[in-house]
T-cell receptor, first 106, second 119 residues
Framework: GIQVEQSPPDLILQEGANSTLRCNFS?????LQWFHQNPWGQLINLFY???GTKQNGRLSATTVATERYSLLYISSSQTTDSGVYFC????????FGTGTSLTVIP | NAGVMQNPRHLVRRRGQEARLRCSPM?????VYWYRQLPEEGLKFMVY????????ESGMPKERFSAEFPKEGPSILRIQQVVRGDSAAYFC?????????????????FGPGTRLLVL
């Protein structure tokens, strides 16, 4: 199956800092999503982004399908951004990465 | 439009008992997916169902686990004779439709999860 690698595995940021999370796939993907799991375990869809770039407030994501990676940008981070960020291929096969654990400190 | 509903949110079972987890998809969604998240790990796909059909159960353990999505009512994930290793968060997701024949479901919307603890 498709291998999904996320980096970095852990990240600690000062509030207000920017960050980039990366997701690499071992094979071509055409149904990619980013999720945020908050410290209470709730899983939130962030982006459905099989290709191109999307922006939603302080978050944006870019997927370069031909090069098998996707990036999630978080700008001006806030403590509420803390949690685990997962990327996943959610097409006819389902593969999740192991996540990037983000802690934003005030 | 209510989101994906799961209940119970927390479930405690003793070894050997049965666990039943329910998932009500978003209104208008006919595709349901179940995932398991073990402590400190990412989500692992278990099963993909449409109404009255199991489409993909490649992630389901071969024994003790079953899932259904009847014509009426919620999807049920059933775990028989639970063991401590079944303790995990179980997430359900739903999507509205598959876009074209043989292609891919649209974005999935996740429920809040059921935390199962087996004593």
């Amino acid at each position: 199956g498709i291998q999904v690698e996320q980096s970095p595995p852990d990240l600690i940021l000062q509030e207000g800092a920017n960050s980039t999370l990366r997701c690499n796939f071992s094979d071509s993907v055409n149904n990619l999503q980013w999720f945020h799991q908050n410290p209470w375990g709730q899983l939130i869809n962030l982006f459905y982004i099989p290709s191109g770039t999307k922006q939603n407030g302080r978050l944006s994501a870019t997927t370069v399908a031909t090069e098998r990676y996707s990036l999630l940008y978080i700008s001006s981070s806030q403590t509420t951004d803390s949690g685990v960020y997962f990327c996943a291929h959610t097409g006819n096969q389902f593969y999740f990465g192991t996540g990037t654990s983000l802690t934003v400190i005030p | 439009n209510a989101g994906v509903m799961q209940n119970p949110r927390h479930l405690v079972r003793r070894r050997g008992q049965e666990a039943r987890l329910r998932c009500s998809p978003m209104k208008g969604h006919s595709h349901v997916y179940w995932y398991r998240q073990l402590p400190e790990e990412g989500l692992k796909f278990m099963v993909y169902l449409q109404k009255e059909n199991i489409i993909d159960e490649s992630g389901m353990p071969k024994e003790r686990f079953s899932a259904e999505f009847p014509k009426e009512g919620p999807s049920i994930l059933r775990i028989q004779q639970v063991v401590r290793g079944d303790s995990a968060a179980y997430f359900c997701a739903s999507s509205p439709r598959v876009t074209e024949a043989g292609s891919l479901p649209e974005t999935q919307y996740f429920g809040p999860g059921t935390r199962l603890l087996v004593l």
